[in-house]
């Protein structure tokens, strides 16, 4: 059976992610603390996530450990996104 959904971490995680990127324009990247229930697959609560800014308004998060990775993206309000940002950019 699939862990529920914690709406509300995972909107809390997106948020601290969203200023976080809003007072550190430049930055790209930043590793975290897990905020408890954001990825109801963690088995413990400790941990870190990844958090790669794609462009304003569209975030990727990342959880793992040594065997698994759990992958989110968050995408702002009025913000697009494509499938170039979900397949990388071409080179």
Known sequence: MKPALDVGAIERASEHD???????PGATERTR????????????????????????????????????YFFAVDVDPGAVLTMEDLMGRAS
Do not use: N, Q, T, Y
Request: proline share 9%.
């Open 18 to 24: 969203r200023l976080w990127f809003e007072k550190h």
């Open 33 to 68: 603390p897990l905020i408890p229930g954001e990825f109801p697959e963690a088995k413990d609560e400790a941990g870190s996530v990844d958090v790669l800014c794609v462009r304003p308004g569209v975030r990727a998060r990342r959880f793992g450990g040594r065997a698994e």
